[in-house]
């Protein structure tokens, strides 16, 4: 009688063991990922404040409304798609910055240097550009290259040679 009991009892262990297996195994694999994903993002991530050092930074779709990024360095950084509606980029370097259908609506772009900026599709309605906003070579919403810095000189901007395209 002992021997049935202890070859039960052992029996029990064992499917205890087979039935929690693959739960701990599903656990480990979940916290292998979620380490690998927090690396990514610290190489990757940037303090979104004011006088920024971002240039690079992949903020494609991000939910920036009304964030002051005064002085910030944006050069070359993805923010496709992103809400930008009443940022504060006054000062701001977003050269070859990837824009394209940003939401920039409100958002003020005075003294801000967007050279080269690819802005296709982007909302600028109720944007805040002035004359000291340097956007020479940036690409417009309706896909068109500004030849001069001002946007008050960038009232017939030139379209994009068939070689050369903006940015992807």
């Given at each position: ?34 380490r ?33 990024l ?18 504060d ?80």
């Amino acid at each position: 009688m002992k021997w049935m009991l202890r070859s039960l009892v052992g029996l029990l262990a064992f499917a205890t063991f087979i039935a929690v297996w693959p739960q701990a195994q599903t656990q480990a694999q979940v916290q292998t990922q979620a380490r690998v994903q927090t690396q990514a993002q610290a190489q990757t991530a940037c303090r979104l404040q004011r006088e920024a050092k971002c240039a690079g930074a992949d903020l494609e779709g991000r939910d920036l409304r009304g964030v002051n990024l005064r002085g910030a360095d944006l050069k070359g950084a993805r923010l496709r798609g992103a809400n930008l509606a009443g940022a504060d980029l006054g000062g701001a370097d977003l050269s070859d910055a990837d824009l394209r259908f940003a939401n920039l609506g409100g958002a003020a772009l005075f003294s801000t240097k967007m050279v080269n900026a690819d802005l296709t599709g982007a909302g600028l309605r109720y944007a805040d550009l002035r004359s000291d906003t340097d956007i020479s070579g940036a690409v417009m919403p309706d896909g068109k290259r500004c030849q001069t810095p001002s946007i008050g000189e960038c009232k017939n901007p030139a379209p994009v040679p068939p070689g050369r395209q903006p940015l992807r």
